[in-house]
């Protein structure tokens, strides 16, 4: 047998047209996007909760399980209720939701002393928990997953799970408007769900970094803290939070546990605390989704509840800026607007109770190539903002949770041909990426984590509901 010297030598085999067709078929088959879909949720299944994506993320994140649950009921219902059974296990006595249950896994250790959620009497006996929330969306997922069931099974889930919502958006009142405005506050930006959403990050640049924070930035030795960061044996820098802001939200995080995540000790010392414009958003559709609940069941929900609820949807328009036609993040102490473009903009529309002019304008803001409308929507930051950067986490990249969200006011608002144009593109993007994290709202390119659970559920409910 001749030797063979180089790969110019190799000679070309043909193989005939639809031959080769097949073979490829056969060796790498395309996967249907659904099936693709219910894989990664599987994956990512740890028994009675999904983490968001293997390294990164081991625990149970609030509002992660909500969006999964809300994939996952097209697929097994059973499973998805067992997902919100797990996650109201964390509720705390006085009825906090926290954003993550920690795995109990012995290599978890140094995340559950972190938060020391035991630092608190109310937090949960036997479970390591946070000791903040993250969006309201326990509501809106308990009823996507009860439209899959039968009536009498939906009433049995309702039953069970409307205890725990009635004392979470109790607790939301009680401790987080604590002046009875209509708004509910934040005390952390990682209880936004969009960790470094520009309101937050300028906020905290602004007034909050700690002195010695300071100190790192001017002698640049971040950088060396940097090479000790645990997600960049995940994620490259450029795709998450900087150092210096990282640096400044775990301060943040201790300075909440010295105060025993204690919502009053906390205002005390005047420390975070912003109406988050998408968080007040979900909390009103979270309370829309509340009554339809409560009306299936014929049961009364406290009057007082009812009042407050009422007054949220009413507190919104004060967040309303008619000079620049937009809606804001605002200050709790001040009531100063943090005029800070973000995706929080456009969320009035799933909050469902703005007029229908008022959605036109931020239909406008959706449909500008050079605002919110790139080839890969919507992006997390508006193009035009000196603040938007297409690779980075919350600050420009797009995300299929917000989109999902979005999607749905724009139907509600009977802006049918936005809501299909939006889930086309949204589809599009993870059919020819994947199941990313996030993406680059220009080319579609996947950033952040792979193999992402809420990126996989809501896939599917698209898909479903197209
Ligand atoms: C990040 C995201 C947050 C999400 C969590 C788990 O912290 O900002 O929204 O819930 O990761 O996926």
Redesign the pocket.
Known sequence: MSEIKSVEEVPEIKVPETEARETEAHETPAPDLAEAAAAILSENDRGDYTI??EG??P?Q????SCFVAIGLRHLDPRRAQTELVSLVRGQWHNGMLP??IFSSEPQYHRDRNFWRSWVSPQSPDGLATSGIT??PLLAEAVWQVGQTLQSAERRSWYKLMLPHLIEYHQWLYRERDPHGEGLVLLVHP?E?????TPPWTVELQDHLMPGWIRFLRTTNLDRVIALFRRDRHYIPPGQRLTTLETLSYFDAQRRLRRKAYDTMKILDHGLFSVEDLNYNCMFIRANTRLREIAKTLRYNLPPELLERMTKTETALEQLWDPYAEKYWSRDFITHRLLKQPSIAALMPLYAGCITKERAATLVKLLENEHIFGPNFPVPTVPIDSPMFDPDR??QGPSWV?TNWMIIDGLKRYGFREHAAALTDTTLDMVRANGFW?YFHPTTGEGLG?RN???TAALTLDLLKRK
């Open positions: 968001p994506s990164l993320y625990h994140w609030l509002w992660e954003n993550m993250q969006p990682w936004s769900g969009l960790d470094n986490y919350w949770n994290e984590a992402f659970s809420w």
